[in-house]
């Protein structure tokens, strides 16, 4: 049995830890006496085991004790089922939503009995530095020891010998934020067999065999059922979805272990086998796509996950049949390939939900569904909740993070914010040079004008001015060519950089595996951070203007390609493809 880890947030939504472990502060007015649960197939769906708040990082944490496997499980938060945005999710036999998990012996501990102590415990961001897992003696190693299944990722950790915190000599160490030295382990995913097969069945079964040297294993020939592989049906290619099936390497298996399957459809008649008969072989573990009879490698199954942070007018779409056959190629390439593997997709725009919305069901063939949508120049932020399947928009719900607003309100007031930009319209000479977009009654941390060029200048540094001497922080944001500007005028906690590193870290994406695309100049806060990006073909003359500014390091490249097939030049350019 192997220790793995649950995490359970009070922040919405519910998520796993970073990767250092720090985590943001509960909302005003989150219920302090929330309780969250989590049960599984490792339990029969019976006995769900409560998770303890963490005082440090009021995460709601537990380690099971669970068997190698695949696994799945779902949470109970104040006693209603509930699923986690940053976390796999798959469809079971009955059309049930759940999280799955490898279960396998990821993260080895070891201390010397040489460095001293009686007593050992470890622990870390993986436990919210609140659960202490003790160290079994092995007389032959003289080491105490223990094994844990943890998700892929980066995480710190310490040993307690006899009461005292300590790292290890034999692992890496590093500073945290907080300036304390503790060990890091870089997990990987686990070894398996990960089959993904392109199908319209419903809920075919994978029918399969663990061999070694040779021979079937001590379990002969057993059956799993194919899970939805966590996307909706391709938008691209809606003939047919994406199952998947995980199987485990059996622990300790020798180099020579096979995995030989075929798959069986809804009816006896309908089976799915090499042509000419025999079984489906997988020689070693990995990432494997089955379509229409033939087999190929996926190794971006076991590669680390990458996400897309992308504006969308201009950047992932635009008008016209050449522009939705970019946005339909990166479709195809993103739910066929990227989110099997894992990715995340994320959409940064200046358009509200309401907007964003028309344009999904507006390209209903050829925009792909992202996982997370940052709206109103980085000021709101909305999590996807699926509540059914099919691609169609009507099964999807949009909930929006409250824990981000919270955040953007600390040195903000809309209404001195909207006086503040009263004035600058005055002062630009009234509505025949500059007018209001949006007030705040829309989006309470952000104003919007628009102005004449020549006004442009002014008007920011008279924003910025004034906003200071009210002791409010706010970022402007200029956009837009021609004649007549956008400017917006947003909380300064917020904007596009700062959300797009607020998702990113919810899902615990390394920074290097993070590409963000744009094309115009609001998309400046967004490129300028420490993550790869790429200006695509068709940008505009203020974003190219800045690009030759900046440092020529690569992690900036512009693209020759337009629009959507920029971005995926992008992807290729930065080796994330």
């Given at each position: 049995?192997?220790?793995?880890?649950?995490?359970?947030?009070t922040?919405c939504?519910?998520?796993?830890?970073?990767?250092?472990?720090?985590?943001?502060?509960?909302?005003?007015?989150?219920?302090?006496?929330?309780?969250?649960?989590?049960?599984?197939?490792?339990s029969?769906?019976?006995?769900?085991?409560?998770?303890?708040?963490?005082?440090?990082?009021?995460?709601?944490?537990c380690?099971?004790?669970?068997?190698?496997?695949?696994?799945?499980?779902?949470?109970?938060?104040?006693?209603?089922?509930?699923?986690?945005?940053?976390?796999?999710?798959?469809?079971?036999?009955?059309?049930r939503?759940?999280?799955?998990?490898?279960?396998?012996?990821?993260?080895?501990?070891?201390w010397?009995a040489?460095w001293?102590?009686?007593?050992?415990?470890v622990?870390?961001?993986?436990?919210?530095w609140?659960?202490?897992?003790?160290?079994?003696?092995?007389?032959?190693?003289?080491r105490?020891?223990v094994?844990?299944?943890?998700?892929?990722?980066?995480?710190a950790?310490?040993?307690?010998?006899?009461?005292?915190?300590?790292?290890?000599?034999?692992?890496?160490?590093?500073?945290?934020?907080?300036?304390h030295?503790?060990?890091?382990?870089?997990?990987?995913?686990?070894?398996?067999?990960?089959?993904?097969?392109?199908?319209?069945?419903?809920?075919?079964?994978?029918?399969?065999?663990?061999?070694?040297?040779?021979?079937?294993?001590?379990?002969?020939?057993?059956?799993?059922?194919m899970?939805?592989?966590?996307?909706?049906?391709?938008?691209?290619s809606?003939?047919?979805?994406?199952?998947?099936?995980?199987?485990?390497?059996p622990?300790?298996?020798?180099?020579?272990?096979?995995?030989?399957?075929?798959?069986?459809?809804?009816?006896?008649?309908?089976?799915?086998r090499?042509?000419?008969?025999?079984?489906?072989?997988?020689?070693?573990?990995?990432?494997?796509?089955?379509?229409?009879?033939?087999?190929l490698?996926?190794?971006?199954?076991?590669?680390?996950?990458i996400?897309?942070?992308?504006?969308?007018?201009?950047?992932?779409?635009?008008?016209?049949?050449?522009?939705?056959?970019?946005?339909?190629a990166?479709?195809?390439?993103?739910?066929?390939?990227?989110?099997?593997?894992?990715?995340?997709?994320?959409?940064?725009?200046?358009?509200?939900?309401?907007?964003?919305?028309?344009?999904?069901?507006?390209?209903?063939?050829?925009?792909?569904?992202?996982?997370?949508?940052?709206?109103?120049?980085?000021?709101?932020?909305?999590?996807?909740?699926?509540?059914?399947?099919?691609?169609?928009?009507?099964?999807?719900?949009?909930?929006?993070?409250l824990?981000?607003?919270h955040?953007?309100?600390?040195?903000?007031?809309?209404?001195v914010?909207?006086?503040?930009?009263?004035?600058?319209?005055?002062?630009?000479g009234?509505?025949?040079?500059?007018?209001?977009?949006?007030?705040?009654?829309?989006?309470?941390?952000?104003?919007?004008?628009?102005?004449?060029?020549?006004?442009?200048?002014?008007?920011?540094?008279?924003?910025?001015?004034?906003?200071?001497?009210?002791?409010?922080?706010?970022?402007?944001?200029?956009?837009?060519?021609?004649?007549?500007?956008?400017?917006?005028?947003?909380?300064?906690?917020?904007?596009?950089?700062?959300?797009?590193?607020?998702?990113?870290?919810?899902?615990?994406?390394?920074?290097?595996?993070?590409?963000?695309?744009?094309?115009?100049?609001?998309d400046?806060?967004?490129?300028?951070?420490?993550?790869?990006?790429?200006?695509?073909?068709?940008?505009?003359?203020?974003?190219?203007?800045?690009l030759?500014?900046?440092?020529?390091?690569?992690?900036?490249r512009?693209?020759?390609?337009?629009?959507?097939?920029?971005?995926?030049?992008?992807?290729?350019?930065?080796?994330?493809?």
């Amino acid at each position: 049995m192997l220790p793995a880890a649950f995490w359970q947030s009070t922040t919405c939504p519910q998520r796993l830890p970073r990767a250092n472990g720090s985590t943001q502060p509960a909302v005003q007015g989150a219920r302090q006496s929330q309780t969250v649960s989590v049960t599984g197939s490792f339990s029969s769906w019976g006995s769900p085991a409560v998770l303890a708040r963490s005082a440090e990082t009021q995460d709601f944490i537990c380690s099971l004790p669970l068997s190698p496997g695949l696994h799945q499980y779902k949470y109970l938060v104040d006693e209603e089922w509930a699923t986690s945005p940053c976390e796999p999710v798959t469809m079971d036999a009955k059309g049930r939503r759940n999280h799955h998990r490898v279960v396998a012996s990821s993260a080895e501990f070891s201390w010397a009995a040489a460095w001293g102590g009686s007593e050992v415990f470890v622990t870390g961001d993986f436990a919210g530095w609140s659960e202490l897992i003790p160290l079994a003696f092995d007389v032959a190693a003289q080491r105490y020891q223990v094994s844990c299944s943890l998700p892929p990722g980066v995480y710190a950790f310490q040993y307690l010998v006899d009461g005292k915190w300590l790292t290890s000599p034999d692992a890496p160490v590093a500073h945290d934020e907080e300036g304390h030295l503790c060990n890091q382990i870089d997990v990987k995913v686990p070894p398996a067999y990960r089959i993904f097969y392109a199908t319209t069945w419903h809920n075919p079964t994978l029918q399969y065999q663990i061999q070694r040297d040779g021979q079937a294993g001590d379990q002969g020939w057993q059956q799993t059922t194919m899970a939805s592989a966590g996307s909706l049906p391709s938008r691209a290619s809606p003939t047919g979805g994406w199952r998947t099936a995980v199987i485990p390497v059996p622990q300790g298996a020798p180099a020579s272990t096979r995995l030989r399957f075929h798959i069986d459809g809804p009816s006896q008649a309908e089976v799915d086998r090499p042509y000419g008969g025999g079984e489906y072989t997988c020689c070693v573990p990995g990432g494997f796509k089955l379509q229409r009879g033939r087999m190929l490698p996926f190794p971006q199954a076991q590669a680390a996950p990458i996400m897309v942070v992308s504006d969308l007018d201009g950047t992932m779409v635009g008008e016209g049949p050449e522009a939705d056959a970019a946005t339909r190629a990166f479709c195809a390439y993103w739910e066929n390939t990227a989110a099997l593997a894992g990715g995340v997709l994320v959409y940064n725009t200046g358009r509200s939900l309401g907007q964003f919305q028309e344009l999904l069901q507006t390209k209903a063939d050829c925009l792909a569904v992202p996982n997370a949508l940052i709206t109103a120049v980085g000021t709101k932020i909305f999590w996807l909740r699926r509540h059914g399947t099919g691609p169609d928009v009507n099964t999807l719900d949009w909930v929006e993070d409250l824990a981000w607003q919270h955040r953007l309100s600390h040195n903000w007031d809309l209404a001195v914010v909207r006086e503040v930009g009263a004035q600058v319209i005055a002062e630009c000479g009234g509505d025949g040079h500059a007018h209001w977009l949006d007030d705040g009654s829309e989006h309470p941390h952000r104003i919007a004008l628009s102005m004449q060029a020549s006004c442009v200048l002014a008007a920011k540094a008279s924003l910025q001015q004034k906003c200071a001497a009210r002791n409010l922080k706010v970022q402007v944001i200029v956009s837009g060519a021609g004649d007549w500007r956008y400017v917006d005028c947003v909380s300064g906690q917020g904007g596009k950089l700062q959300a797009l590193e607020h998702v990113r870290t919810m899902f615990s994406i390394p920074r290097s595996h993070c590409m963000s695309a744009g094309d115009s100049g609001n998309d400046i806060l967004m490129l300028e951070g420490g993550n790869p990006g790429v200006i695509v073909g068709n940008a505009q003359p203020e974003l190219l203007d800045w690009l030759v500014t900046q440092k020529q390091d690569k992690r900036l490249r512009l693209a020759d390609a337009h629009l959507a097939y920029g971005i995926l030049e992008g992807l290729a350019l930065h080796g994330l493809r």
